[in-house]
């Protein structure tokens, strides 16, 4: 069973979810800007990498969009996180027949697996899961 949250992609994610949280009522409960990554650039260290926001009682990430640029239809992406590393890879499969995989499924700086996917359909997805302990 995987859990749903939407991932929005912005000019100004900061911007962005203050005017949502004076808009509905909540707060930035976490963010990373690209500076706090090893071998940041100087040029990229105050964009926003990861935000989670609560606004409206609703939890939803968001992030600067530094490796493209925004156009209508690339700014929302559909994220799914999984409980178990084989439920994600069989929906990360399944989602990238016909599309394109603009992100493999591996393990992630920040400790999950993650993978991003375009559909064949033009939707975004991000799947993510802990990874399962292997014990030798």
Same mark, same amino acid.
């Given at each position: 069973m995987a859990k749903y949250t939407t991932? $929005? /992609?912005? +000019? &100004?994610?900061?911007?962005? !979810?203050e005017f949502y949280m004076q808009a509905l009522g909540g707060e930035i409960q976490s963010m990373m800007t %690209? *500076?706090?990554l090893p071998d940041a650039s100087e +040029?990229?260290? &105050? /964009?926003v990498l990861h935000l989670c926001v609560l606004a409206g009682g609703v939890n939803f990430f968001m992030s600067d969009s530094v490796f493209e640029p925004l156009v209508k239809g690339n700014?929302? %992406?559909l994220a799914l996180d999984f409980e178990t @590393? !084989? @439920?994600?890879r069989q929906? #990360? +499969?399944?989602l990238a027949a016909g599309g394109h995989i603009a992100h493999p499924f591996e393990p992630a700086f920040w400790g999950s697996l993650? *993978?991003? $996917? +375009? &559909?064949? #359909? *033009? $939707?975004?997805?991000?799947i993510t899961a802990a990874p399962e302990v292997?014990?030798?």
């Open positions: 991932f $929005i /992609k912005s +000019e &100004d994610a900061k911007a962005q !979810a %690209h *500076g706090q +040029e990229l260290k &105050d /964009k700014n929302v %992406h @590393e !084989a @439920e994600a929906a #990360f +499969e399944n993650f *993978g991003e $996917i +375009e &559909d064949k #359909f *033009g $939707i975004k997805w991000m292997r014990q030798g």
